[in-house]
């Protein structure tokens, strides 16, 4: 035989015995989990990333106004009678494949008291079966971070309950829950049951091990380390390069690794400024791959703490209490990578930044590592405002990318301005151009692993929420998840967007990162946004409605800025009374003597005349008001017997300088027929120039 023809042919049965597949079993995904690697790679054992979830299915087409339909739950593929039980069918998949997230949350009566069974393989017996709650989050299937409910600091009954042990099928699997709890009707279904399963479909030639009790038994220790791992992350050690400099507006710092077989294993930053917080959002990173940039995110956003100082610790972020931030994405190049830090803000910034490498073997299937930000800056929460209901909700983009390769994860820095829920929207992801997304949800919250809008902060190595202060009122949130085997493939594109569904119609900021890993020759739909990162960062609800009297003369209540209270609680009133807008400022349980103060911005000066729409109500109070530390006339009775009533209250003429002017209220004592409360409310100021 000839020698070359030989060794060809070796080569050949060589190459093609490597391409095998090898089997998928419970300990494989285990392995791929905590293996940093496999997400920069394009899978080899090829997949898709699906969900099935309760969402609403009046949501049909993005060209239909049912498309944003909110009833989220309780809704099954269908439901069975299986050995005189009656079950309902959550999911319902052919394999090979395998389970890899799953999640839930309940209310109502009776909905937790229920049991969950997982079927394999077309088997009357399901290989699991326990109640709901121990399954999801509970001990009898995994430790945490495993089997995990968030957050700890929220009542259990209103925790999201996480599954990431996964769950993997030779031929099929079923997923059911019995509960006798739930009745469906035409327009009425209860208790309200929600869940997201994400799972993978291998290609029809790749072997899988169906999971078992066995299985499971048999992989106890490998469960347990992983939890370990998870928790306790072990870093590769390697090279590094780092600097500190004071970047003046305009500088930039740059770390270089101009060398092959390497991969970025650890990014690690600190920033120094008199205004921490617009450094956190004005500092820009900024990463380059063998001469093209993927990454350009401002710094807090990057790292997953927003504009603000909150800390957390993910399996691919972390930021202590100093402010000092760390990445552990794992950023592959063929030849050399730049990581840069850039100041776009007007005042000086120290920074020090350290960038490790370590050996990492480009391949065939090797990817870039991405990542992009941008922000609905005052964004209107409602598309059309003189629309109700659905009819007014849209979708928001985090990312279009087109090629091959992987979407890891994604976060939000969201600035509410309202006494309100601002996440009601589900996501929806389509995957190379699918008419029906691949992923769709059912609500914000769910997506990002917690539940029913809580505040509470919590953080675990998939999923984080460092604050929670903007979920019920004006404030910050932010929230993360990460993805690693709900790692999303993508052969020639993929569009990630979640719904703008905010429980009123107001004005938030609302800024969305993605991240992802791409073969190269990729594009993305995001640009880098210099004009935005320079805006000034909201820190209050002033920032986005600031307090000025407009063209029409009016200053609304719920828009002036709140300088003190010496007692009781202020907030936006929203309610169909008569007001302005639908909403009012609104005092509640003031004591006698008690004084609010609010700011406010007129933008000529001059004598106007000047008029106030308060409300009156049962168990309102007498208050006195005054601009500029003026009484303005006599304390007003703002007690009514019947029902909530707005009234105008002449205040007078009054001379008021051009900018910043001074409306402050005190409680001065309370009907003798008024019920406790000494609630005090404005709709809006009338000033009308003389």
């Known amino acids: 035989m000839n020698r070359t023809v030989f060794l060809l042919g070796t080569l050949i049965s060589i190459a093609l015995f490597s391409c095998k597949p090898k089997v998928i079993t419970l300990e494989s995904l285990l392995d791929e989990m905590t293996d940093r690697t496999v997400v920069t790679r394009f899978p080899q054992q090829h997949y898709t990333l699906k969900q099935f979830s309760s969402y ?7 060209d239909d106004k049912d498309w944003w339909a909110n009833a989220d739950y309780t809704q099954f593929i269908r439901e069975e009678e299986n050995n005189g039980r009656r079950e309902f069918v959550l999911f319902d998949a052919d394999g090979p494949g395998a389970v890899v997230r799953f999640w839930m949350t309940f209310a109502g009566e009776g909905a937790i008291d229920g049991t969950l069974r997982i079927y394999i393989d077309g088997n009357e017996t399901p290989v699991m079966e326990g109640n709901v709650l121990d399954i999801l989050s509970g001990t009898q299937l995994a430790p945490e971070p495993l089997a995990v409910s968030v957050s700890p600091e929220t009542e259990y009954e209103r925790r999201g309950h996480n599954l990431y042990l996964p769950v993997p099928y030779a031929g099929h699997c079923k997923i059911t829950y019995q509960c006798d709890a739930v009745t469906i009707e035409e327009n009425r279904r209860r208790p309200s049951i929600y869940y997201n399963i994400c799972y993978r479909t291998y290609e029809p030639e790749i072997r899988v091990e169906s999971f078992s009790k066995e299985v499971l038994s048999q992989a106890a220790g490998k469960v347990e380390q ?13 090279e590094s390069v780092e600097s500190t400099k004071v970047l003046q507006p305009g500088e930039e710092i740059s770390l270089e690794i101009n060398r092959k077989g390497k991969t970025i294993s650890k990014i690690e930053v600190n920033l120094g400024a008199n205004n921490i917080n617009q450094a ?33 610790e993910t399996w691919y972020s972390a930021v202590d209490e100093s402010g000092r931030m760390e990445s552990f994405w794992l950023m592959p190049f063929q030849k050399n990578a730049e990581v840069k830090l850039i100041n776009y803000g007007e005042q000086t910034v120290e920074v020090e930044a350290k960038v490790v490498f370590t050996d990492y073997k480009w391949t065939r299937e090797s990817m870039y590592f991405g990542a992009s930000w941008h922000e609905f800056n005052r964004v209107q929460t409602a598309k059309d405002s003189t629309l109700e209901n659905h009819e007014w909700h849209y979708d928001v983009n985090y990312v279009d990318v087109q090629g091959q390769g992987m979407y890891v994860g994604d976060a939000l820095t969201v600035f509410n301005t309202a006494d309100a829920w601002w996440g009601e929207g589900d996501e929806k992801i389509f995957v190379d151009g699918e008419t029906f997304p691949s992923c769709i949800g059912t609500g914000t919250e769910d997506y990002y692993g917690y539940a029913w809008c809580r505040p509470e902060k919590f953080t675990h190595p998939f999923i984080a929420q460092p604050t929670g202060a903007g979920n019920f009122h004006p404030g910050m949130t932010v929230n993360m998840r990460y993805r690693t085997l709900d790692a999303m493939p993508f052969s020639e594109k993929i569009s990630s967007n979640i719904e703008m569904w905010h429980w009123v119609k107001t004005r938030i900021n609302y800024a969305m990162t993605a991240y992802w890993y791409a073969k190269p020759g990729f594009s993305i739909n995001i640009e880098p946004d210099i004009k935005s990162v320079k805006v000034p960062v909201a820190l209050k609800r002033a920032d986005i409605y600031q307090p000025v009297v407009g063209a029409d003369g009016k200053m609304e209540g719920e828009n002036l800025e709140v300088i003190n209270v010496s007692s009781g609680e202020i907030g936006i009133q929203e309610g169909e009374f008569g007001w302005s807008g639908n909403r009012q400022l609104w005092w509640q349980n003031g004591s006698e003597g008690a004084e609010l103060t609010t700011k406010f911005i007129i933008n000529e000066t001059g004598r106007y005349k000047v008029n106030a729409h308060l409300t009156k109500a049962v168990d309102y109070g007498i208050v006195q008001l005054y601009f500029n530390g003026v009484a303005c006339g006599r304390p007003v009775n703002c007690y009514y017997k019947n029902e909530v009533v707005p009234f105008a209250v002449d205040l007078g003429t009054h001379l008021f300088s051009k900018g910043e002017n001074i409306l402050s209220i005190k409680i001065t004592g309370s009907d003798k027929n008024a019920k406790p409360g000494n609630m005090a409310g404005i709709d809006f100021i009338g000033f009308q120039k003389l």
């Open 226 to 238: 992983t939890a370990r791992v998870l928790l306790n992350p072990l870093l590769p050690e390697g």
């Open 56 to 62: 609403d299915r009046k949501s049909v087409s993005p």
């Open 280 to 312: 956190l959002r004005s500092s820009v990173l900024a990463i380059s791959f063998d001469g093209n940039q993927t990454v350009w995110v401002p710094v807090g956003d990057f790292f997953g703490t927003g504009y603000q100082v909150f800390s957390s």
